[in-house]
């Protein structure tokens, strides 16, 4: 397994299993919960949280089901906001369809097996 911990002093935790969409406030931005509002509306978004750290600024992470399209036109209204995306690097990724795991270690896929 292979997993991130930090992005550009950013902590932040990934195991390369998804699309991710991060995009870096460096700075207050007018009309947040507008951009919120346009990213859940126009993506299915799997699963989203965000982390500040002082004196760089604030990370928000956005995880979806496939390569987020089009996010240019998105953030035109919003200079202040740069963004980065991240493909899944494992050859099976997290979907909306996804069932949950049924074990964490070898120990347990064994004991299940049994």
Known sequence: MIETVMINGFPFVTRGDTFITLLIVYEPVYKEKE???QFEAA???LEKG???VSGKGRLIWLITDRRVAGIEKILKGFPRVKYAQVDPILPV???IKKKP???DTF???IRISE
């Open 50 to 52: 965000e982390v500040e």
């Open 93 to 95: 990724f997290t979907t």
């Open 101 to 103: 795991q049924l074990y």
């Open 43 to 45: 993506y299915d978004i």
């Open 107 to 109: 120990s347990d896929w």
């Open 35 to 37: 951009l919120y509002c």
